[in-house]
């Protein structure tokens, strides 16, 4: 199994950057694409991006690809989420996720959460 644990997440103003982290646990963890999603209130659940198990290989969603980062670094066992020029609009729960191997649409692991709330 994979254990994903979420951390960073803060009350934050209008502008400000933040770094949110995913430390995994297992002996698969490295293995996976791990996944950002967050999801506000009464909102549907949003992809953010993802990275490869190397850290080489990037996606991020037309939605925050201005403005968030994700990385890896393996040695530590953790994936980042960079976040800049935060809006409140970016107010919600970001949760990582281990992505299935072969059916990247399908998460195979979720961490907990953590909320960022970013204020006017």
């Known amino acids: 199994q994979v254990q994903l644990v979420e951390s960073g997440g803060r009350l934050v103003h209008r502008g400000d950057s933040l770094r949110l982290s995913c430390a995994g646990s297992?002996?698969?963890?490295?293995?996976?694409?791990i996944g950002w999603f967050r999801q506000a209130p009464g909102k549907e659940r949003e992809f953010l991006g993802a990275?490869?198990?190397?850290?080489?290989?990037?996606y991020h969603a037309d939605l925050v690809k201005d403005r968030f980062t994700c990385s890896r670094d393996n040695a530590r066992n953790s994936v980042f989420l960079d976040m800049n020029s935060l809006e409140p609009e970016d107010t919600a729960v970001y949760y990582c996720?281990?992505?299935?191997?072969?059916?990247?649409?399908?998460?195979?692991?979720w961490g907990q959460g953590t909320q960022v709330t970013v204020s006017s």
């Open positions: 996720a281990a992505l299935n191997h072969q059916q990247l649409g399908v998460v195979d692991f």
């Open positions: 297992g002996p698969s963890f490295s293995t996976y694409i």
């Open positions: 990275v490869s198990w190397t850290g080489n290989s990037t």
